[in-house]
């Protein structure tokens, strides 16, 4: 099975920015999607972007266009949120998920998730 490991959490001031990365390994070959997720207290858990592991198609949350940009260094199983302009509101806990079978949308399609890494922003 793939692992997924998240990094690059941490505490920013409104306006800042922060790149979170999602290392993978084990079975690379059941990488299709790179899906990132986040969650609030007392929320559910909601889409944030995804990205299509071989052909690089791009998807975005309304909430996060402009401001997120997704991407992936296959050489380095690796795929980044690039998170600019951050608000208060996208304080969360960031998952990175794969093994996708369905929608890119919903959290229960993908089967293997991260551990998770926390993103606060102080206002």
């Known amino acids: 099975q793939v692992q997924l490991v998240e990094s690059g959490g941490g505490l920013v001031q409104t306006g800042g920015s922060l790149r979170l990365s999602c290392a993978a390994s084990?079975?690379?070959?059941?990488?299709?999607?790179i899906g990132w997720f986040r969650q609030a207290p007392g929320q559910e858990r909601e889409f944030v972007s995804a990205?299509?592991?071989?052909?690089?198609?791009?998807y975005y949350a309304d909430s996060v266009k402009g401001r997120f940009t997704i991407s992936r260094d296959n050489a380095k199983n690796t795929a980044y949120l690039q998170m600019n302009s951050l608000k208060p509101e996208d304080t969360a806990v960031y998952y990175c998920?794969?093994?996708?079978?369905?929608?890119?949308?919903?959290?229960?399609?993908?089967?293997?998730w991260g551990q998770g890494t926390q993103v606060t922003v102080s206002s």
């Open positions: 998920a794969t093994d996708l079978s369905g929608s890119i949308y919903l959290s229960h399609n993908y089967r293997v």
């Open positions: 084990g079975r690379i070959f059941s990488v299709n999607f």
């Open positions: 990205i299509h592991w071989s052909g690089g198609s791009t």
